[in-house]
């Protein structure tokens, strides 16, 4: 009796290894195909890097939006260049300042 589940258990020994080989062939298969598939797409990178990535496509828009309207109305409303030019320049210096004030999110 006992010779029979000595015997019984060398086969399920046998086939358990088998399945295992099967299943890391069809794993190191999956693998090498992922990363084919990995080198021939084109990575793009994600995340945001740089000052204007912390803003969303909507807050930047706003941003250059609201600098221009600003700009236009400096331009239409006020007579005297040298006026006009200072308060580009000085709109154009405190515009970060405004931008971090106004949509700084460490609340």
Do not use: F, Y
């Not at 006992?2 to 290894?17: F, G, H, L």
């Not at 999956?30 to 995340?47: D, E, F, I, K, S």
């Amino acid at each position: 009796m006992s010779k029979e589940r000595a015997r019984r258990r060398a086969v399920r020994e046998a086939e358990a290894a088998r399945d295992r080989l099967v299943r890391q062939r069809k794993l190191a298969r999956r693998h090498r195909r992922r990363a084919l598939v990995r080198r021939l797409n084109p990575q793009w990178r994600r995340g945001r890097t740089g000052r204007l990535g912390r803003r969303s496509r909507g807050e930047r828009a706003a941003i250059v939006g609201l600098t221009l309207a600003t700009l236009g109305l400096i331009w239409t409303l006020v007579d005297d260049l040298a006026l006009r030019l200072a308060l580009t320049v000085l709109l154009l210096l405190v515009l970060p300042a405004i931008v971090v004030i106004a949509l700084d999110r460490r609340i």
